[in-house]
C-alpha cells in the first residue's frame, strides 16, 4: 500500500465528511437544508474515499471498478449542490431540473457500468491510469451547467439582500462552491490529476458549508479567510513540531525504516488529539489569535441582536449593550446617547465608567460636526478622524471640550434607514491599545444590530403609549358619554391617567368667584387639603392659570415656591407640581393639578399629554356640573309640584268640606230657629197645663226638638265647624293607650267571632303634650286603627308609633294590610268615600281629617297594593296648661231686670218674651238691630239679648254698639249657628254669653243667673 500526500489527502477529506455529517445529523434532521448537506457530503465523502483506494494501491485492488465509482459519484455532485443552494436560500425547488438533472445522473451511471465513460484502468509503475470513453464527454458540460446555476443563484441572493449579516451567511457557500470548483477542475490537466489539489478543494468547500449552515457565523468573509489562514498557519506549525516528535521517537527505536512520513503525520496527528492538555493548549492559541487579546466578536455578535430583542426597555438595552461591548472591547469608560425627538438633540442613556457626575448632563446637539458626519457616514469616526476630517476642523471649543471629558477614541454612528437614532462613544482600551480595523467593523456591525432592536423597542413603546393614550380616551369618551356622575368620571379618569402619567396627588380645582373650590382630590399621601375645602383664588396658583391661560410647571418645592399651597404640599412630602387650565367657552374655570413626591417630575411630555387630556376633562366637568344644577333644579320642581299637588289636594278637600260645612251650617241655623220655637213653646205649655195625658204629649214634643237639635249638633261636628270646645294640653302617649284601651273589645271579638289575630306593638318615645280635645284625638285615633283593622281580614300587625320631630309630634299608625292603589288613597278623606260597600259610610276618615285639622295638624298616607298601609299624624306643640273656665258655684237668685231682646224672627222673639216675663223680667222686643241700638241708647237696660244675623247689622255690631255705649252692660248672643261661633271674635265684639238654638228655658235662666248674679 502506498502512503504518501496524494493519499492522506484524500483520507483526510473522508474522516472530516464523516465528522460533519455526523455533527449536521446530530443537530437536525428534520430540517431540509440539513437533509440535503447530508446528501452532498455523503457523496463527497465516496468521492474522497474512492480516490484515496486508488492512490493506496492496496493488494488485489479493482482499479476498473474504482475509477468507474469515482465517476459516478463526481457526477451527481453539482445536482446534489444545486439542489442543496435552492434549500439553503430558501427557494421553490425547480422540480423539472431536478428531474432532469438526476435522470441524466442515472444515464450516465448505467453508461459507466457498461464502459462507455471508462474503458480501462491500470497501474503503470506504480501509478495508475485509465481510458476514458466517449460518453465522458456528455458528463462535463452536465456537470458545469449545474454547478453554474448553483454559484448564480448564491450571487443572485447575495445581491439582493439587504441585511450585511444575511449577506455574510450567503457568502460562505458562495465561496466554497466557487473554490471547489476550481480546485476540482484542476484534474483537467493531466500532470495534476495525482496531487490531492481537487481534494484540498473539496475539504474547504465543506468546512465553510458546514461553518454556514451548522453555526450561521455572522462575520465578514474576508475575515474567516484570513483567520483561518492563521488556523492552518498553527495547524502546520504544530502538526511539524508533532511529526518531528513522532519521527524521533521511531528513530530512537530504530524502527524508522518500517514507517515512511506520511504514517508519521497520522501518528502525529492521534497522538496530538489524543493528548488533552496538548489540545487544550493548541486551542487556546488559536482562540487567542481568533478572538484578540481579551474578545470574542463571535459571541457578542450572535447574542446581540436575540439578547437585544428580548428587552422590551430601552434602559436595560442600552445597559446591556455597553456593558457587553465595553467587557468585549476591554474599554474603561463608554456610553450610549439617543435622539431626543422633542429637542433635537442625542441624551445620555447608558454611561459607564464616569466618576464625574458633570457627565451625566453632557449631550451631543444635532448641529455638533461629528454627529453630523456620523449621519452622512457610514463608518465609525476615531480621535485621529476628528484632527482629519476637514470639516471637523470648524467644531466649537465647547464640543471639543465635551468629547474631551468623555476622552473619547471612538465614536459609532447607530442608524436605522439612514436615519441616525443614537451615538456610541468608546474610551480608551485598558491596554491602551488602539482600534484596530477590524475591532471598528465589529464595533459598527454591534452597533447595527443594536440600532435595528433600539428603534423597534422606541416604535414599540411610542405604539404602546398611543395605544395607551386612545385607551384612555376612550374611557374618558365612554364615560363622558354615559355618566353625568362627576365622581363615577373622576375615578375612570385618574385610574387611566396613572398609565401615563406618574402622580402621587391629584386635584381639581375650581374657581367661584373670589374664592377656589377643590371639586374632587385623591391622593396616595396624608394630605391637608381634601376634597370639598375652600380656599382663597388671590394669589392661588388657580388665579396664575386663570391669568395666563396656561400650564404652570414647578420643579422642586424643595428648592422655589411661587405659590402659599406650595408650603402646604412640600409639608405632605411633595416636591413637584403641573398645573393645567380647563377652558370653557375660552375662558378658564378651573385647573387640573398633578403632584409628586419626586422633583422634576413633569416636563414637556406630562404637559402635552395633559393639556390633550384637559379639554374632555373640562367638558365632563361642565357637563356633570350642569347635570348637578339641573338634578337640583328637577328636585325642587319635584319637590314643589309636589306641595303644589298636595296644597291643592288639600284646597278641593276643604273646599268640598267648606261648600258642605256651609251647607249643613245653613240648613242647621233654620233648623234651630225652628226647633226653637218648637221647644221654647212646648217648655211654656208644660209649665201652665196639669192634665197628665196632654202633659205626656207635650213631653214627647219636647224631647223630638231636643233629640232633632242633637242630630243637628252632629251635622255640624261632621262639617268640622264646631267652634264652642276650649282645647288643653294632650299627653300623646296617654292618648295612645286610651285609644288602644278602648278598641281591644274589637280584637277580641275578631279573634273569637273569625279567628283573625290582630298583634298590636307600639314604639312610643318621650314627647311633649299637644294642645286639643282628648276626646276628639281618641276618636280620630280610633276611627284610623278600625280602618288599619278592616284592611286586615285576614289578621295582621298594627303598630303604633309616636316621636317629635321639630315643632310637631309625629304619630304613626302602620299595619300589614292589602293596602291600596294612588286613585283610592287620594280619595280615602272624602265625605261617604267607601270600599267597604253597605257596612261603611264613608264619614269615618273624613270627620278624621277634620277633628286633625281644626287642631291645627294635618294627616298623611302612604300605601301600596300588597305592602300596607301607613298614616302619619302630625299635631303641633301645646303651650301651658288652660285653666277651668267654668265656675263650680251655683248660680245666685236672679233679681227683675229690664231686657232689650232684638230678634228678626217674630216667633223666636215671642217665645222669648214669654220665657223671660215667665221667669219675672221686663222685656222690651225690637225685629231690627239698627232700632234695638236706638233704643239702647235712649233706656237704661240691665241686659240685652240679640239675635246673631239679622238684615241689617248682624248681631256682632249690636253687642259692639252696647258695649260702646255702656261697657258694663251684658250682652247675650242668642243664634241658630250655635257651636259654629269663634270665642275669640265673642271676646272681641263683647259677647259675655251664647245661648244656641234650640234652648230650653232652663239654659235661658242658668245665663242670666250668671250674668246677673249681683241681684239683690
Known sequence: MNLNVGTIVPLAACVVYVVLIALVARQSLDRRVNQLFIWCALLLMMWSFGSFICHANPANINLLFWNRFLVVCLMVVPVALFHFVRAFLGKSQPRVWLSLGYGLCALFALLTIMGYTVKNAYYVDGVGEHELGIASVAIVPVALAFTAAAIFNLVQGYRKEKDPFARNRIAYPLAGISIGTVLIASNIVPDWRWYPIDHSGNLINASLLSYAILRYRLLDIHIAFRRGALYALLTLILGGVLIGAGAALAASFGVLDRINWGLGVVTALVVAMGIPPFYQLMRRQIGGLFAGEHSDYRRVLRSTSRALSAMPDLEEQASWLMDNLMQTMDVEKGGLFLLDDEQQRYLPQALRGYDNLAVSQIHLESDNPAVAFLAKSDRCLTAEGLEQVPQLRAMWKLEREQLEELETRVLVPVKVKDNLIGVILLGPKRSRKPYSVDDLEFIYLVANQAAVAIENTRLYQEATDRAEWIDMTNKLTRVIGSSLDMDQVYETFTTALKNLVDFDRISIGLAEEDKLRLLLVSSEVPIELGTGDILPLKRSVAAWVIEHKSTNIENDFAQERQFPVDETLLRDGLRSAIRVPLFSKGEVFGSLNLTSRRPNAYGEREQKILEQIAGQVAVAIQNALLYEEAKRAYEEAKRAYEELNAAQEFMVRSEKLRALGEMAGGVAHDFNNVLSVILGRAQLVLEDIEDPMLKRSIKAIEQAAL????????????????????????????????????????????????????????????????????????????????????????????????????????????????????????????????????????????????????????????????????????????????????????????????????????????????????????????????????????????????????????????????????????????????IQLDSEEMSRSGVDGVIAKPFSKQVLVDQLARLLKDAK
Open 707 to 978: 233629640d232633632a237639635a242633637k242630630t243637628v249638633r252632629r251635622l255640624q261636628e261632621f262639617t268640622r265647624v264646631r267652634r264652642d270646645q276650649v282645647f288643653d294640653q294632650v299627653k300623646v302617649n296617654q292618648l295612645v293607650r286610651s285609644a288602644l284601651q278602648m278598641v281591644e273589645p274589637r280584637f277580641r271579638e275578631s279573634w273569637q267571632k273569625d279567628g283573625v289575630e290582630i298583634e298590636v306593638s307600639t314604639d312610643l318615645n318621650a314627647v311633649n303634650s299637644v294642645r286639643g280635645d282628648m276626646a276628639e284625638l281618641r276618636e280620630a285615633l280610633i276611627n284610623i286603627i278600625f280602618n288599619a283593622v278592616d284592611s286586615m281580614p285576614q289578621g295582621g300587625k298594627l303598630t303604633v308609633k309616636a316621636w317629635q320631630e321639630d315643632n310637631q309630634v309625629v304619630l304613626s299608625v302602620s299595619d300589614t294590610g292589602v293596602g291600596m292603589p294612588d286613585e283610592i288613597k287620594s280619595k280615602i278623606f272624602d265625605p261617604f268615600f267607601t270600599t267597604k260597600g253597605p257596612d261603611g259610610m264613608g264619614l269615618g276618615l273624613s270627620i278624621t281629617y277634620g277633628i286633625i285639622t281644626r287642631h291645627g295638624g294635618n294627616i298623611d298616607v302612604e300605601s301600596s297594593p300588597g305592602e300596607g298601609t301607613t298614616f302619619y299624624v302630625r299635631l303641633p306643640l301645646g303651650g301651658e296648661e288652660m285653666k277651668n273656665r267654668s265656675s263650680s258655684s251655683s248660680p245666685s237668685p236672679v233679681r227683675k231686670s229690664k231686657i232689650l231682646l232684638v230678634d228678626d224672627d217674630p216667633e223666636v222673639s215671642e217665645v222669648l218674651e214669654l220665657m223671660l216675663a215667665q221667669i219675672g223680667h221686663e222685656v222690651a222686643v225690637v225685629s231690627q238691630g239698627q232700632e234695638a241700638v236706638a233704643l239702647f241708647e235712649q233706656g237704661d237696660y240691665d241686659l240685652v239679648i240679640t239675635d246673631l244675623g239679622m238684615p241689617d247689622i248682624s248681631g256682632w255690631e249690636v253687642a259692639k254698639a252696647v258695649k260702646r255705649k255702656r261697657s258694663e252692660t251684658p250682652v247675650i248672643l242668642i243664634t241658630g249657628w250655635g
